[in-house]
Every structure is written in C-alpha cells, then in structure tokens.
C-alpha cells in the first residue's frame, strides 16, 4: 500500500508536506505537524513558526526531518494542541528543509553525501558560547546564560525567553526561602518534575538555566557539567 502512496494528503489539500512547513513558518505556527507513511510515524514541533523538535522511530532532531522528508508520499494532521518542552533543532527551518532536499537530490543522484555541509554552518539563532557548549552534552535539551535582570545573554528565541523566567523564578523563591531559613542566596537549585528537570545556577553576574530530560538523573548531567567546565587537576 504504502508504494501506491503519492504526495502527502492532509488538513491542507493539495500541498506538499515542505510547504505546509513552509506555511507554518510563515503563520508563526506554534504546534505540531504528525505525519504517517505507511506503518512509519514522525512528528514535527514548531513554535513561533520554527521547527524545534521532530521524531520519527529512534531518530530525533535533523535526522528525524530528514528521513520524513524523504518519504515519497503519505498523510498529515496539524495538531496546534500539541507542543513540546524538548529543543532539539536550532537551526532555521528553511535551511533544514533545503538540507533536507539537498541529501534526498544527492541520494537520487548517486552523489556521495557532503555531511561536512550540514546545518552546523548556519545556526538559526546565536547563543553564549556557555549554553552553547552546555547544549553538546548529552540529555541537556537547552541552555540559556542570563543576566541578573532576566535577559538572555546572545540569545532572543522564545526557547531561551522561557527558560530564563524559570530561573528567574527559581532565584527569587530559592533566596526568599533562604531568607527564611537563615541561608542566605540558593547558588545552586535543581528542580525535577513529571516534565522535565531544571538546573539552576547563580553566580557574580549572570544566572545559568539548564533545561535537562526528564528521564535521566541530575547527578550526572551535573557531573559532566563540572567536568567540561572545570579543569581537571
């Protein structure tokens, strides 16, 4: 059945499944996209019209738009209920796509894939360089540096908005309850619920939150945070 399948047939007919993306972006759209090809299922998250997460199988981010994209056909259902506290992309979604189109030609063609031209040359926003290298660690799904304020240093995506209320909040109710309790200010929170953990830290001039996976444990996302910040001896 699934190879009779031709172009992707959805809430919007008549369109292909890149230029729904490419309407949603244009719409500010904040929701997600589920699509289905035979007995294969992804999904892909937006929020304020740019793809932020998607999965497909074991795939996640990148790979996940990229094997969706190549499906010859299939069907979507917007879902503008649905959204996602996991940021695995963070490059522009017209560049994803064209990344995306631009493997499925050189896999049509033959062509050796060019991995080096991948979206690592074309970041969707810029970041500090401290999120940005807490972000390569493994089950940290966003970092955000901000300022005593609440600003985001280098960083104006919704995404880090968000995250800096939260630690925003964390330093204001960690140092009421310090008060209290004759502690003086929380320098460092960790927070875990259903849907995700937090980490918060407090320093001279700048606060750092840390969004991390629900599903792993604190302790050694804090580890390998001391270690790829701090010198070993």
């Known amino acids: 059945m699934s190879q009779s399948v031709s172009g992707f047939k959805g809430a919007v007919a008549g369109l292909s499944l890149t230029d729904v993306i490419q309407l949603k972006g244009h719409n500010k759209y904040t929701g997600a996209i589920s699509v289905e090809y035979g007995e294969s299922q992804g999904v892909i998250y937006f929020v304020d019209g740019e793809i932020i997460h998607a999965e497909q199988g074991e795939e996640s ?131 875990h619920t259903t849907n995700y953990n937090l980490l918060f830290y407090d320093s001279k001039q700048h606060y750092l939150s840390i969004a991390v996976k629900s599903d792993c444990n604190l302790e050694s996302v804090e580890a390998e945070i001391k270690s790829a910040f701090v010198p070993a001896k």
């Open 61 to 191: 981010g990148e790979q996940a738009i990229y094997k969706i994209i190549k499906w010859p056909g299939g069907t979507f259902t917007i879902h503008p209920e649905m959204t996602s506290n996991v940021c695995t992309i963070h490059y522009r979604t017209d560049f994803v796509l064209l990344e995306a189109l631009r493997r499925l030609d050189e896999e049509n063609t033959g062509a050796t894939p060019n991995k080096s031209a991948g979206p690592i040359v074309a970041p969707r926003r810029t970041m500090s360089k401290i999120a940005a290298r807490l972000q390569e660690i493994n089950n940290i799904t966003y970092a955000v540096l901000l300022d005593k304020q609440g600003s985001p240093v280098q960083d104006s995506s919704i995404e880090a908005a968000a995250l800096a209320a939260k630690g925003v909040f964390l330093a204001k109710t960690g140092n009421s309850l310090g008060d209290l309790m004759g502690l003086g200010e929380i320098k460092v929170a960790a927070v």
